[in-house]
């Protein structure tokens, strides 16, 4: 019995040093990664800009004008959808994406304040086939340890051209 | 002829010490009396202290025990609301919290019912929750000023208790319950992730800790009957 009361104690003090970190995973960066319809491999796509809604001015642009086989694009945080419209530099024909999502709010710790993680993202409504958006995470997640760059990001559509 | 001399005093003396040790067991354990001889209640001073002391926190909590032998079935209640400036914000919190459970006291024998245990709770809590807080998103949209809510949670959890009660003076008893507490189950509104539970803490930390320095009186309705001395 005298061994089961030194484990409990401790325990007990293990317990005092379970202290909260900060990592923050919240981000309202959506993660699209382009690829190709045929083999499933990374294409680049001509983007010139991205019109993305609900911003202030009403429309705002993106600039792209490069190719790029990934990238991420800012969900709109006063609402529960966002439009983005893709204008590309070899067609005159723009696509649509329009995503819903939650949001749900988050205290990390007293020192490191509250945030709000975007889950269950679907598509509500895209020029794009069915079958050319496949769909990975539906959280917006971002790894803090790895800076900005893509891999930082968990991927949420691949899009297949 | 010797040898056989020799193997009957032997047998005789096994015979003998068989007998006594069997006369000695009879005596050093007597059935146990199950009845009740009378109930605790008292109270966490710390919850107090920290109610008067501070302006982040205000609770109290009552508990309770009665005696079942050197068991002891255990029942608190309490209430918990924190108010917490966090770093882009504020997060309050309010409910009502109750815990049962079983305590074993390793002092049985003592004629003053003195404890020292180990034990176990259930907990559970009914609570509100809400967080007012500025978000600044990267590109384009304007910072935000959130306010969202948790308006009737609950939740569970389990506890594995250690302390201690002294008497002091006729029915005033001091005592400490040390409490490791575990698996935090909360029940309440998708769009929040519960921070603090009333009666648990934060929800975040498994196993997390409490610590409770308590006062009670004992209402004693019987005489314990004090277990015969060994000699």
Known sequence: MKYAVLILICVFFGSCLNDGNCLITATNNMHLQFKKESNKLDTLVDLTTISVSGTDPDSSILIINSSTKEILLPLDIHNDKTTFIFNYKNSSTPDTLQVGYTAQSKVIAKDCGAFTYYQNLNVLHSSFKESQIKAFSTSLLKDPTLGNSYSAYAVNYQIFY | ?231
């Open chain 2, 1 to 231: 002829m010797l040898s056989t001399i020799k193997f009957f005093i032997s047998a005789c003396l096994i015979f003998f010490t068989a007998s006594l040790y069997a006369q000695v067991k009879k005596v050093a354990k007597p059935k146990k009396d199950y009845i009740p001889t009378g109930f605790r209640v008292g109270t966490d001073l710390i919850d107090l202290g920290k109610t008067i002391s501070g302006s982040t926190f205000t609770g109290w909590e009552v508990n309770s025990d009665v005696d079942f032998a050197n068991y002891y079935l255990t029942a608190d209640v309490g209430t918990w609301g924190k108010d917490i400036l966090i770093k882009n914000g504020d997060y309050k919190n309010s409910g009502t919290y109750y815990r049962a459970g079983i305590d074993i006291n390793f002092l049985g024998s003592d004629p003053d019912k003195n404890m020292f245990f180990i034990g176990f709770r259930a907990g559970h809590s009914f609570f509100n929750e809400s967080v007012t807080y500025h978000t600044t998103a990267s590109h384009l949209y304007s910072p935000l000023d959130t306010t969202s809510t948790n308006p009737s949670a609950s939740g569970n959890w389990g506890e594995l208790t250690n302390g201690l009660r002294v008497k002091v003076w006729k029915g005033l008893w001091l005592g400490y319950t040390a409490r490791m507490k575990f698996a935090p189950t909360v029940h309440g509104s998708p769009n929040f992730a519960t921070y603090d539970m009333p009666g648990y803490g934060v929800i975040q930390n498994s196993p997390w800790w409490g610590f409770n320095y308590q006062i009670f009186w004992r209402f004693a309705w019987r005489k314990n009957k004090v277990p015969p001395v060994k000699k």
